[in-house]
């Protein structure tokens, strides 16, 4: 999301020229060493496919007869001691930005044995994606080898960022070397916090001509990503904002306040009458039920459903409610329009919400940054659920999960007479409770008498909540029958492939019964891939009947906190009809149970038990997941849960001929 709206340029026209432009810039004077590798000792991380010896970020702010503006120096030394690691580096990507420039470049090549390879811009080549069709420049790295070094260096003129800004300060591979710097003019006090480590970025107070911070780590470990883990907001990593003007003291910079209001304000529009009438013909479209009736689901359907939502460059009208109803054709910010506009005609009482994907994001009510209003949500307090307008592949009541359990900026329109505007306000978005997100089956299984190899399967797969997502509100958008056969037939095949499928049916099949009644696939198969002969035996995969399933294995200490898209629950209900005459050996390897609780409330839990009535194996299994981020110091507890389900997948019951 672009954010250069919350700050007007108008600020830094009446504050910040009045300041003489700065002279002697950091980066022009800055250059590499001469024998940058000197001391790098190569036995020592002989093991190591890669080495960092150096990673340099300065984000430097300027004032020019044009306003603030950033120059960004990057500078990096890598050692590369594997083929893997050579097929990465042997091109260096240089930015393109927008109306950024690149006024400084250097790169070059150091063998093994010390002989410097210096690159000059006939090196710079060009390409294009086929399909965004965008160019980029790269510097081709000649001269790579096993053992090697690469360094390169550019700096960026650009649009200054200074509403929030994250820079990473570890990666998968070892850093003998990391600086951060940031320089400033006198007027403008900067403020940083760093996640994951202790050092603090620290002023400067030998400068005096300008302000400079700066933070310096050594010898920082790489971070091995893990299954399932938040990875980007585990590393060591800083963010960094403009927090004062001393020329303008009393003005708001970067708050969630001052945010609150200027995203309102994009957000919110006058609807004129011809706009207003035009809404109201589009909601009397949705169905028989008036305006007032509809509800949230409805309205969300309609236009997820009938407006293609478009990240292409279009022009103003793109963003004009009448053209978009029109058209069928939206930008993200006329869907947004659109949304608020109905909202408002139909005093439906909602907060405007902006957060960030928890996996990636660490959103920090206490230290207010723009980076993390990345994502936007509409809460509806009434109803006690969210919306996300811009994802098509989420509904009502079920945004995407990587949003839930985490903060969020609320923003609530207040009226005063005739005149509007928002406060905000930092809360927890509430994940969705793991019984509103259900995969349940319902098996019945016979034998063919004449040949025992062949089973005859009843099964019902049936979904609520995330599991109905990527199908209930879709089915009835297939016209074709055999289509939509196909598509059945490939959820109920996620049992085993082979199964040979006979009868197929979906009830629930529409949009408008998303979050109101679960999607059931019905199904009659016969197969034999689930039993093997085994002279006098039969083996019967029972547990297969359940679908593959996810298994944890962790070889080493586990580091990273495991992040769930979603709270869930399972249950299936097996029953099996024993062939006449035979029985089986092994029931008991049926009773599962793991689970981990604290105090008296159970997270996670699967539970698989049996019982026996008519020569009908009953089968149940119950399994849940009420926690959706799972600190190290459970997650044993929890993998031991995860696996509990795929050791049931394993179980193979041995059927004999009962004595006579």
């Known amino acids: 999301m672009n954010f250069r709206i919350l700050l007007p340029t108008i600020i830094f026209a009446l504050f910040f020229t009045k300041i003489k432009a700065q002279e002697n810039l950091y980066f022009e004077d800055y250059n590499w060493e001469e024998n940058p590798i000197e001391n790098f000792d190569t036995t020592v991380n002989k093991d190591k496919d890669l080495v960092a010896l150096k990673e340099k970020r300065v984000s430097e702010f300027a004032f020019t007869k044009g306003g603030l503006i950033e120059y960004l120096l990057i500078h990096k030394l890598y050692w590369l001691n594997s083929n893997d690691a050579i097929e990465q580096y042997n091109k260096v990507y240089l930015p393109s930005v927008g109306a950024s420039k690149i006024v400084k470049n250097q790169a070059r090549v150091i063998t093994s044995k010390g002989k410097i390879i210096e690159l000059d811009d006939s090196k710079i080549l060009e390409s294009t994606d086929n399909e965004t069709k965008t160019s980029y420049k790269y510097y081709a790295m000649e001269g790579v080898e096993k053992g090697g070094f690469i360094e390169y260096l550019y700096v960026l003129k650009k649009y200054p960022s200074y509403t929030g800004k994250r820079v990473f300060l570890q990666n998968t591979y070892f850093n003998k070397s990391i600086d951060f710097d940031v320089f400033a003019p006198k007027n403008l006090k900067f403020a940083f916090k760093t996640y994951n480590d202790s050092t603090q970025v620290i002023l400067d107070t030998v400068v005096k001509t300008k302000n400079h911070w700066h933070l310096k780590l050594k010898d920082v470990e790489g971070l091995e990503s893990e299954e399932r883990s938040g990875y980007d907001i585990a590393l060591k990593q800083l963010v960094f904002k403009l927090d004062r003007n001393y020329a303008n003291p009393d003005k708001e910079i970067v708050s969630f306040g001052k945010a609150s209001q200027n995203i309102f304000a994009n957000n919110y529009k006058v609807v004129d009458k011809k706009t207003r009438n035009r809404i109201l013909k589009f909601l009397k479209q949705i169905g028989s039920k008036s305006e007032k009736e509809l509800s949230i689901l409805e309205i969300e359907n309609a236009i997820k459903s009938t407006v293609y939502l478009t990240d292409a460059v279009l022009s103003p009208e793109s963003s004009q409610i009448i053209n978009i109803l029109n058209s069928k054709v939206a930008s993200k910010q006329g869907i947004l329009y659109l949304y608020t506009a109905i909202f408002d005609i139909l005093n439906l009482e909602h907060e405007l919400v902006l957060t960030a994907n928890r996996k990636s994001f660490v959103f920090d009510k206490k230290f207010e940054s723009y980076h993390v209003l990345d994502k936007y949500l509409f809460f509806f307090p009434e109803q006690n659920k969210y919306l996300e307008p811009l994802n098509y592949g989420s509904r009502f009541g079920f945004p995407n999960g990587l949003l839930t359990d985490n903060y969020g900026l609320f923003i609530k329109k207040i009226k005063v007479g005739d005149f509007e505007s928002a406060i905000g306000q930092v809360k927890y978005i509430e994940p969705v409770n793991y019984d509103l997100s259900v995969y349940n089956l319902k098996i019945e299984v016979g034998f063919n008498e004449e040949d025992l190899t062949e089973t005859n399967i009843e099964v019902s797969r049936i979904m609520s909540g995330y599991y109905a997502l990527s199908y209930q509100p879709y089915l009835e958008l297939i016209e074709e029958q055999e289509k939509k056969t196909k598509v059945l037939e490939g959820i109920v095949k996620m049992i085993k492939e082979e199964v040979e499928i006979t009868k197929v049916e979906a009830i629930n099949g529409y949009s408008n019964k998303f979050g109101i009644e679960p999607l059931v696939i019905k199904a009659t198969l016969k197969t034999n891939s689930f039993i093997d002969n085994a002279g006098t035996k ?81 089968v149940k299994l119950n399994e849940f997941y009420n926690k959706n981020i799972v600190d190290v110091s459970v997650f044993e507890a929890y993998r031991k849960v995860i696996n509990s389900a795929a050791n049931f997948n394993k179980i193979t019951l041995v059927m004999i001929k009962s004595a006579e």
């Not at 996810?550 to 099996?576: A, C, G, P, T």
């Open 538 to 618: 039969y083996l019967f995969k029972i547990g297969e009947l359940i679908g593959p399933q996810l298994e944890m294995y962790q070889k080493k200490e586990r580091k990273l906190q495991v992040h769930e898209n979603f709270e869930r629950s399972y249950e299936s209900l097996i029953d099996v009809k024993i062939p006449e005459g035979y029985k089986i050996e092994n029931l008991e390897d049926l009773a599962i149970e793991e689970e981990y609780k604290e105090g008296n409330k159970v997270f996670f839990s699967f539970k698989s038990s049996y019982t026996v009535d008519n020569n009908i194996i009953k």
